[in-house]
Structure formats: structure tokens, C-alpha cells
């Protein structure tokens, strides 16, 4: 009836890194400046996004621990947002009807929303989430990307911090 989702382990090989390279601590250095801890911050987000998705997804679950029904219940959704939204690469097919990614989306996240309403959990997924992303931020801008040299702010970027100043 739906049309059958990739194979799931060639998906997760490509967004997830390997741990060892993520927890490399040859590779963290403190940030010179605002500037290089933000640039750092999106680089290491975009490169190791899957990793940070699955250390949200971790803390969410281990504070549900105590919440056994509601952890089965979040089980059951985010198995539904895998298979019916990021494992796709073409449009979900249901009784012949190709369905827009759009409205799957839609649905998906209503789903998601009335299930925290309904087990009133919301401020726990909403502090576990909100920890998670402290600690990406914290590991975004102390990992130093493999090419700092291409740093859009090229030069402004010194060794020192206070940066190369002549006087006039």
C-alpha cells in the first residue's frame, strides 16, 4: 500500500560520523573570539548533525525513563517520523495517492504535539531538548573544524585576541 523506504543503514551511515572523530579530544582548542566559536558552532552543526540529533534523542529518552508508557509512546512516534519522513527519498505512496511531503510533515507534527499535550510531559521534552542543544553548542564551538582555514572571516581571525592592530 506505501512505497517501501531505503535501506535505512545507507541513510544513517551518511548523516551519522563515526564516535571516535566526534569525541576526538585532539581536535578541541578554545575559540579565539565570538566570531570563531559562532563559525565553529554552524561547521561542526551541519558536519555532525545526525550525532547531535541521536545525543538529544538519548537525553529525551533517558528522562522518560521513569515515564514508561510515554517512552513507548515517543518509541512508537519517532519510528513513525523515520519511516514516513527522513528515511524517504521519493514521495509516500498510499492507495495509489502520492502524498506531498508537506502535509506528511503536518501530520506528523500534530501527532507529536498532541501527544505531549496528552501525556503532559511537554516541559520535560522541552528541558531535555533545551540541555541537549547546551551541549552541542558547548562541543560545536571547542571542536576545531578540519578547515579553519577556510573561515569566512579570513584574516580578522589572529592568534591573538586581541587580533593585528598598527598604530596610527
Given amino acids: 500500500m506505501s512505497s517501501p523506504p531505503p535501506d535505512a543503514g545507507t541513510i544513517a551511515a551518511v548523516t551519522v560520523r563515526p564516535w571516535p572523530l566526534f569525541?576526538?579530544?585532539?581536535a578541541l582548542s578554545l575559540p579565539i573570539s565570538f566570531s570563531d566559536a559562532?563559525?565553529?558552532?554552524n561547521k561542526n552543526l551541519r558536519y555532525f548533525a545526525g550525532n547531535y540529533v541521536l545525543i538529544i534523542l538519548f537525553i529525551l529518552l533517558i528522562t522518560l525513563?521513569?515515564?514508561p508508557i510515554s517512552l513507548v509512546l515517543f518509541l512508537i512516534i519517532f519510528a513513525g517520523w523515520i519511516y514516513l519522513y527522513f528515511s524517504r527519498n521519493e514521495p509516500l505512496e498510499l492507495f495509489g495517492f502520492d502524498i506531498d511531503d508537506r502535509f506528511v510533515l503536518g501530520f506528523l507534527s500534530l501527532v507529536t504535539v498532541v501527544a505531549l499535550l496528552v501525556a503532559k510531559i511537554w516541559t520535560n521534552v522541552f528541558v531535555s531538548i533545551g540541555f541537549g542543544i547546551v551541549i552541542l553548542c558547548v562541543h560545536g564551538a571547542l571542536r576545531a573544524p578540519?578547515?579553519?582555514?577556510?573561515?569566512p572571516y579570513g584574516?580578522?581571525?589572529?592568534?591573538?585576541p586581541r587580533g593585528d592592530y598598527t598604530i596610527v
Fill in 23 to 26: 569525541i576526538d579530544t585532539a
Fill in 38 to 41: 559562532t563559525y565553529r558552532i
Fill in 65 to 67: 525513563i521513569l515515564r
Fill in 146 to 151: 578540519e578547515d579553519q582555514e577556510d573561515s
Fill in 155 to 160: 584574516a580578522l581571525l589572529s592568534e591573538s
